[in-house]
């Protein structure tokens, strides 16, 4: 299997469960609806932990364009490689957003609110605040990359790491997911976002475009700052990469905050 085969496979994988556990709890007269937050940051957990065991040893399983990004920007991956596996995310995603489509067919027309089908291919605001929303989505990335490293560094018994990179999605879900639904992955929004758009869902609505950008830009900024930081704090080495999201974290915070600010006026 080549590498961009398997960044296709990868993703498709993270997306049929992981967008199969939001049409579960979200869709009516599923066996699973209502079942909860906890329930979908479990099967979002797993799939990551099963996407990875399916391909990590042939891509390592990036299955996430903020990964790969990150990887290139502290030298630890190939940037000419970057666009086929981007590429191969994106349509991995689009892929199994298709199949989640298919596989609970029945239930969209048995669901009335547009904005709860949306919600089960792409990431939505608990409040919509376009600074605040941005930097929960940097602050969650920036935890999902330095985690990575953190786990990379330390010896597991073989085949034990891909369950400790699933304990790390379930946490940032758990502690960080409620105000955006952690996206953290631009393919696993943007991807699913471009299916909802073009299937022929039942009583499908807007796939909300406004907010696009942010579960893409933000995972970028904070995977980058993520990866860099580690590289600085541990390794004692530095890039322009670091400087260049530190400067742009510090804008986006200093933006949410005034943001917020002037919702008190």
Same mark, same amino acid.
């Given at each position: 299997?080549?590498?961009? &085969?398997? #960044?296709?496979? *990868? =993703?498709? /994988? +993270? @997306?049929?469960?992981?967008?199969?556990?939001? !049409?579960?709890?979200?869709?009516?007269?599923?066996?699973?609806?209502?079942?909860?937050?906890?329930?979908?940051?479990?099967?979002?957990?797993?799939?990551?932990?099963?996407?990875?065991?399916?391909?990590?040893?042939?891509?390592?399983?990036?299955?996430?364009?903020?990964?790969?990004?990150?990887?290139?920007?502290?030298?630890?991956?190939?940037?000419?490689?970057?666009?086929?596996?981007?590429?191969?995310?994106?349509?991995?995603?689009?892929?199994?957003?298709?199949?989640?489509?298919?596989?609970?067919?029945?239930?969209?027309?048995?669901?009335?609110?547009?904005?709860?089908?949306?919600?089960?291919?792409?990431?939505?605001?608990?409040?919509?605040?376009?600074?605040?929303?941005? &930097?929960? #989505?940097?602050? *969650? =990335?920036? /935890? +999902? @990359?330095?985690?990575?490293?953190?786990?990379? !560094?330390?010896?597991?018994?073989?085949?034990?790491?891909?369950?400790?990179?699933?304990?790390?999605?379930?946490?940032?879900?758990?502690?960080?997911?409620?105000?955006?639904?952690?996206?953290?992955?631009?393919?696993?929004?943007?991807?699913?976002?471009?299916?909802?758009?073009?299937?022929?869902?039942?009583?499908?609505?807007?796939?909300?475009?406004?907010?696009?950008?942010?579960?893409?830009?933000?995972?970028?900024?904070?995977?980058?700052?993520?990866?860099?930081?580690?590289?600085?704090?541990?390794?004692?080495?530095?890039?322009?990469?670091?400087?260049?999201?530190?400067?742009?974290?510090?804008?986006?915070?200093?933006?949410?905050?005034?943001?917020?600010?002037?919702?008190?006026?």
């Amino acid at each position: 299997m080549s590498t961009f &085969l398997a #960044e296709f496979f *990868g =993703t498709m /994988v +993270l @997306i049929i469960l992981g967008g199969g556990v939001c !049409a579960g709890v979200a869709l009516k007269k599923t066996g699973s609806n209502d079942s909860g937050w906890i329930v979908i940051t479990m099967g979002w957990a797993l799939a990551v932990t099963l996407a990875i065991y399916a391909v990590g040893s042939i891509s390592g399983a990036h299955i996430n364009p903020a990964v790969t990004l990150a990887m290139a920007a502290v030298g630890e991956f190939d940037w000419a490689k970057v666009p086929s596996y981007i590429l191969a995310q994106m349509l991995g995603a689009m892929v199994g957003a298709t199949l989640v489509w298919l596989h609970y067919l029945p239930h969209w027309r048995a669901t009335d609110d547009p904005g709860t089908k949306l919600g089960v291919f792409s990431t939505g605001p608990s409040i919509p605040s376009r600074w605040a929303n941005l &930097l929960s #989505e940097l602050l *969650g =990335t920036f /935890v +999902l @990359i330095a985690g990575l490293l953190f786990i990379g !560094a330390n010896k597991f018994t073989e085949g034990l790491n891909p369950l400790v990179v699933g304990a790390l999605i379930a946490a940032i879900g758990i502690s960080l997911g409620g105000t955006t639904g952690y996206a953290i992955n631009p393919a696993r929004d943007l991807g699913p976002r471009i299916a909802h758009a073009i299937l022929p869902i039942s009583g499908k609505g807007s796939s909300n475009w406004d907010y696009a950008a942010i579960p893409v830009v933000g995972p970028i900024l904070g995977g980058l700052l993520g990866a860099t930081m580690y590289q600085y704090l541990f390794q004692g080495q530095t890039s322009i990469w670091l400087w260049v999201s530190s400067a742009l974290t510090l804008a986006v915070v200093g933006l949410a905050v005034q943001e917020d600010m002037a919702k008190d006026k």
